[in-house]
């Protein structure tokens, strides 16, 4: 007891300033966590008493069809996503770090889309893939020969324009992250590498691709939980459709809990969700995180 005593009038301020950052931590991360587990057991009622139905909120997951789609779209559209945003944010960190002229310009340029509201870009996004004879794509296409595409109206295309909107929207951000990657590389491997008479693509292959290996698996991270909450681009452009072609979890979620207003099976998926991300972050850790060290 006496111990305790002189560890809290040592930092007793610390303990003090932590309080409200705790409370708030527990009050909603904690609390809500629980809460939502304990809600897939019940038939949840906004007004009145809600009802102990056991596991039936977590069988009529295995009945509901359209989840079972929204999953496996979850999946391929993280296929469309991941690599193309590694791979283009790449890129453009190595063009900004080549030096080429007006180098601030194409900072700003890279970026825009981070900052530019999600909206615009989907209004944007939206007349470019527009199905008509109208649309940009559509009338760039007529002047070669090649018939309109339906694009967001086409099951089969759908998903991969949505899952362009995201890389077009992302890419910058990744960018940021490599560059800081590449500014962390010493110079001086690249004139021992010069020296021993290796070319651009050696010294990108054997010493900037390795070393960035930190920044490959922070980037295949963020962009993998990104991928599998992708909501607002199917919301806003398709609606979930068509023929739910693009219905994601997170998006059969929403109208499950706030158009169907069954928040209970909404909490059994976001459980589900929650469980995805968790076992591939796990596997990405283990063949992907092993030995990351800062340079």
Same mark, same amino acid.
């Given at each position: %007891?006496?111990?305790?005593?002189?560890?809290? $009038?040592? /930092?007793?301020? *610390?303990?003090? *300033?932590?309080?409200?950052?705790?409370?708030?931590?527990?009050?909603?991360?904690?609390?809500?966590?629980?809460? &939502? #587990?304990? =809600?897939? #057991? =019940?038939?949840?009622?906004?007004?009145?008493?809600?009802?102990? *139905?056991?596991?039936?909120?977590?069988?009529?997951?295995?009945?509901?069809?359209?989840?079972?789609?929204?999953?496996?779209?979850?999946?391929?559209?993280?296929?469309?996503?991941?690599?193309?945003?590694?791979?283009?944010?790449?890129?453009?960190?190595?063009?900004?770090?080549?030096?080429? $002229?007006?180098?601030?310009?194409?900072?700003?340029?890279?970026?825009?889309?981070?900052?530019?509201?999600?909206?615009?870009?989907?209004?944007?996004?939206?007349?470019?893939?527009?199905?008509?004879?109208?649309?940009?794509?559509?009338?760039?296409?007529?002047?070669?020969?090649?018939? &309109?595409?339906? #694009?967001?109206?086409? &099951?089969?295309?759908?998903?991969?324009? +949505?899952?362009? +909107?995201?890389?077009?929207? *992302?890419?910058? &951000?990744?960018?940021?992250?490599? #560059?800081?990657?590449?500014?962390?590389?010493?110079?001086? %491997?690249?004139?021992?590498?010069?020296?021993?008479?290796?070319?651009? @693509?050696?010294?990108?292959?054997?010493?900037?691709?390795?070393?960035?290996?930190?920044?490959?698996?922070?980037?295949?991270?963020?962009?993998?939980?990104?991928? @599998?909450?992708?909501?607002?681009?199917?919301?806003?452009?398709?609606?979930?459709?068509? /023929?739910?072609?693009?219905?994601?979890?997170?998006?059969?979620?929403? /109208?499950?809990?706030?158009?169907?207003?069954?928040?209970?099976?909404?909490?059994?998926?976001?459980?589900?969700?929650?469980?995805?991300?968790?076992?591939?972050?796990?596997?990405? $850790?283990?063949?992907?995180?092993?030995?990351?060290?800062?340079?």
């Amino acid at each position: %007891m006496k111990r305790i005593k002189e560890e809290w $009038r040592r /930092n007793a301020l *610390v303990y003090i *300033v932590l309080i409200p950052v705790l409370v708030h931590f527990f009050i909603f991360q904690i609390f809500p966590f629980i809460y &939502s #587990f304990i =809600l897939t #057991f =019940l038939h949840y009622r906004i007004i009145g008493t809600s009802e102990f *139905v056991g596991l039936r909120n977590w069988i009529q997951l295995f009945q509901d069809d359209i989840a079972m789609k929204s999953i496996w779209n979850t999946f391929l559209f993280s296929f469309y996503y991941i690599v193309p945003t590694m791979a283009l944010g790449l890129l453009l960190a190595l063009v900004i770090k080549s030096g080429v $002229r007006f180098t601030k310009f194409f900072k700003g340029v890279f970026f825009l889309p981070v900052v530019t509201s999600f909206v615009v870009i989907a209004g944007i996004w939206d007349w470019i893939f527009s199905g008509t004879e109208s649309g940009l794509i559509n009338y760039m296409l007529s002047f070669i020969g090649v018939e &309109s595409q339906l #694009f967001l109206s086409d &099951s089969s295309q759908a998903l991969i324009v +949505l899952a362009g +909107l995201s890389i077009f929207k *992302v890419s910058g &951000s990744t960018m940021i992250y490599y #560059f800081a990657g590449l500014q962390s590389i010493p110079k001086d %491997m690249y004139e021992a590498a010069k020296i021993d008479g290796a070319t651009s @693509f050696k010294s990108f292959w054997l010493i900037t691709f390795p070393l960035l290996k930190p920044i490959h698996f922070y980037v295949l991270i963020i962009t993998t939980i990104g991928s @599998f909450q992708i909501f607002d681009s199917a919301y806003l452009l398709t609606s979930g459709g068509p /023929n739910f072609s693009t219905s994601t979890l997170v998006y059969h979620l929403y /109208n499950i809990g706030f158009t169907n207003l069954n928040f209970s099976y909404a909490a059994v998926l976001s459980y589900v969700l929650f469980v995805i991300i968790l076992i591939i972050s796990l596997i990405q $850790r283990k063949y992907f995180g092993k030995d990351q060290n800062i340079y």
